[in-house]
């Protein structure tokens, strides 16, 4: 199956703020959306990535964006 690699920025964002530990609820709020709109987003970024949860995606985003 081929799979699309291509994240929107706001999936980003919203992978980016969920590997810094903050929860579902604060990333809501964060970007002014609901909650059940942040699951999906984090669902499709896991599901790209061939991730299973936050703690690998912050390990991901730890290796990538170190200096």
Do not use: M, W
């Amino acid at each position: 199956s081929s799979r699309s690699l291509t994240t929107s920025r706001r999936e980003l964002a919203v992978a980016e703020s969920g590997a810094r530990g903050r929860t579902n609820r604060e990333i809501a709020e964060e970007f002014c959306v609901s909650v059940k709109t942040v699951q999906p987003h984090l669902q499709s970024i896991y599901r790209k990535l061939d991730l299973r949860n936050r703690a690998e995606l912050a390990r991901l985003l730890a290796v990538r964006i170190r200096p």
